[in-house]
């Protein structure tokens, strides 16, 4: 994250956006799910593929979207509403919706539609993005939202931040509510009761990188 740019009116967050803790080692997981399970009970983890781009916010009122916003520095981001409309896979109108819906999701750009952008950047001689997550930001925040529009930018949502009219009670059941309201929530995320079988679960991932069509952690 970063703090807020000038182009776009700040949006403050209701729900501060967090960065995710990273860990580096396995034995760093089972420290973690030490700690976890000296104050929770019959914990469960969700697995799921880290996907690299740009953590946004998108809030629905009677199942129309009506805001989107960076996460800026987690507290304040900035209104990218315009530019999020141009992504297709990004619900407009929920039937059946919440009175209030606002989901986290993460904009990012697939291998195609990165080389695509570069080969263009350099039949017109222009500076190329170094990689695909930095040209899902730059995309997500240009002014012009019809340069948005054309980069082939795409949306996965992993997190459910706020919600009025409904009650959930797991991350799991909150991913499976999302994908039938319409979402693109990530393919392949497992639960597990036990630590030992979510590293399995993060080593097969790893192992398998090569084949997903973007970026991952």
Known sequence: GG???EK???VTHEVVMESLHDSFSHEELREFDARVRETVPNVRYVVEPKFDGLSVSCEYENGVFVRGSTRGDGSVGEDVTENLMTI???PKRIPNAPEYLEVR???YMSFNSFDALTRRQEENEEK???NPRNAAAGSLRQKDSRITASRGLDI???NLQRIEGKELTSHSESLDYMKKLGFNVIDGYKTFDNIE?????IMEIGENRQSYSYDID
């Open 88 to 90: 297709k896979s990004l």
């Open 3 to 5: 703090n807020a740019g």
């Open 105 to 107: 999701g993460e904009v």
């Open 128 to 130: 190329t993005f170094k």
């Open 8 to 10: 776009f009116s700040p």
């Open 156 to 158: 996965f949502v992993f």
């Open 197 to 201: 079988d979510a590293v399995s679960r």
